[in-house]
């Protein structure tokens, strides 16, 4: 049974570029939340998305977007990269919107 | 954004011994979840706890939902080098009216666990 998925894995972007990080829930689960994590933090709610629509959101700024697709894979876009931007971002799958969520190895991104 | 206050933010012990730990929250959770997360890598959901009051235990650990449903606690028995890690509380709730939890985390307690 294969978990949560994401890619790429390391990621180095420019400041003022664009992003789209990938994400495969665990079979079965059909709702996808996405997390930042600085270094030495704990993760910070980005959103949740659930039958295809953002259902909760964070306190993010509109550059941060995402989409869900019918086979319940998720991206998350972010534009007009800053370098506070660095940090690893993680997709965590759940079976309902609340329910338990199991985390992806996570996507690290570094704005330089 | 708003966190859980997780203490101590960090325990060095010996093997063996056994650790404690908690968080504590202003507001109230309906569900509390434990994880464990190894250096660049997501984290591993260790317990997960439904109802004020429960205790609830996955091998050596052992987790309580706190009864006024502010605070959670979670202990590790016989403490082995494998347990090194940071460990982190999360609380969800549904907001208002709608039914779409987000999770709320503390700021990790980092173990290190002396053979």
């Known amino acids: 049974d294969a978990g949560v998925t994401q890619s790429p894995t390391h990621l180095i972007k420019t400041r003022g570029q664009q992003v789209t990080l990938r994400c495969s829930p665990k079979?079965?689960?059909?709702?996808v939340s996405w997390y930042q994590q600085a270094l030495g933090q704990g993760p910070q709610f980005i959103f949740q998305?659930?039958?295809?629509?953002?259902?909760q959101r964070g306190n993010f700024p509109d550059r941060f977007s995402g989409h869900q697709f019918p086979n319940y894979s998720s991206e998350l876009n972010v534009n007009a990269l800053l370098l506070g931007d660095s940090a690893l971002y993680l997709c965590?799958?759940?079976?309902?919107?609340?329910?338990?969520?199991?985390f992806g190895p996570g996507t690290r991104l570094t704005v330089t | 954004g708003q966190q859980l206050n997780q203490s101590p933010q960090s325990m060095f012990i010996q093997e063996g011994e056994d650790v404690s730990m908690n968080c504590t929250s202003s507001s109230i959770f309906n569900t509390w979840l434990w994880y464990k997360q190894d250096p660049g890598e997501g984290p591993v959901l260790l317990i997960a706890?439904?109802?004020?009051?429960e205790l609830t235990s996955n091998g050596r650990l052992t987790a309580q939902f706190g009864i006024t449903r502010k605070d959670s606690f979670l202990n590790i028995s016989a403490s082995i080098p494998s347990d090194v890690g940071i460990y982190f509380c999360?609380?969800?709730?549904?907001?208002?009216?709608?039914?779409?939890?987000?999770?709320?985390f503390g700021q990790g307690t980092i173990l290190t666990v002396h053979p």
């Open positions: 706890l439904y109802k004020a009051g």
């Open positions: 965590a799958s759940s079976s309902t919107p609340l329910g338990e969520q199991y």
């Open positions: 998305y659930y039958e295809e629509e953002e259902r």
């Open positions: 079979s079965g689960h059909d709702t």
């Open positions: 999360a609380g969800l709730r549904s907001t208002g009216g709608t039914s779409y939890g987000k999770l709320t």
